[in-house]
Structure formats: C-alpha cells, structure tokens
C-alpha cells in the first residue's frame, strides 16, 4: 500500500472553486490509476472521478461532469482535482485512493482501490 495525503479543502460559496491535491509516498504511484471518491453525511462513498496511468484517459461521475477536472503529476507523485460552479451538493469528505492493479479496473468502484487518504472536506454553502 502506499501513504495518500490529501489537502486543498476548505469552505466555498456555492459557484466558487477548489483545488483537491493528493501527495502519494512511493514512485510507483506513476503505474497505477487514481481515484477521487467522496462521502457525504449519512451517505455511501460515491465515484467522482479517475485516471488512468499509461494513458491518462479520464472518467467521471455523471453528477461532476463538465465542472471537475482531474489530473495527475507523476513527477510530483500528486493527483488533483480541480473543482468549479460548486454546488451545496458537493459538499462532502473527498478521499483520493490507488487502484489495486495497474491493469483492467473497474475505476468507480471503491472495492477497485486498496489504498485511500484520510480525507480532506469540502463544504459548499449556498
């Protein structure tokens, strides 16, 4: 497993932005897809978005789509995610986490990750 520290989320007023980043601890956070999921009170962790490592291909919830970008700095070891026009909907704790495998996962599935920060939370107010 590898240590995800997740930082970059704060108060916003509903239209606002944020910027969500993930520092992985090991290198080899560069071969294996990266999530962002999140949990809102009293609800079930949901997908919000990933991305793959070799081809950087994007996938996102049908609820963010349009308004957050993900991206990755393998370099950097960081994954992030770039939230605009937030809504109160949003708020929520948002996890980043690494898939289990480099390879045929299914992104939007938690069980898929086996490695998850500690969350950082985001609240929208309206």
């Known amino acids: 497993q590898v240590h995800l520290v997740e930082s970059g989320g704060g108060l916003v007023q509903a239209g606002g932005s944020l910027r969500l980043s993930c520092a992985a601890s090991?290198?080899?956070?560069?071969?294996?897809?990266m999530g962002w999921f999140r949990q809102a009170l009293g609800k079930e962790r949901e997908f919000v978005a990933a991305?793959?490592?070799?081809?950087?291909?994007?996938y996102y919830a049908d609820s963010v789509k349009g308004r957050f970008t993900i991206s990755r700095d393998n370099a950097k070891n960081t994954v992030y995610l770039q939230m605009n026009n937030l809504k109160p909907e949003d708020t929520a704790v948002y996890y980043c986490?690494?898939?289990?495998?480099?390879?045929?996962?299914?992104?939007?599935?938690?069980?898929?990750?086996?490695?998850w920060g500690q969350g950082t939370q985001v609240t929208v107010s309206s």
């Open positions: 991305i793959t490592w070799n081809t950087g291909s994007t």
């Open positions: 986490a690494r898939a289990r495998r480099p390879w045929g996962v299914n992104v939007n599935r938690p069980l898929e990750y086996d490695s």
């Open positions: 090991e290198r080899t956070f560069s071969r294996y897809t």
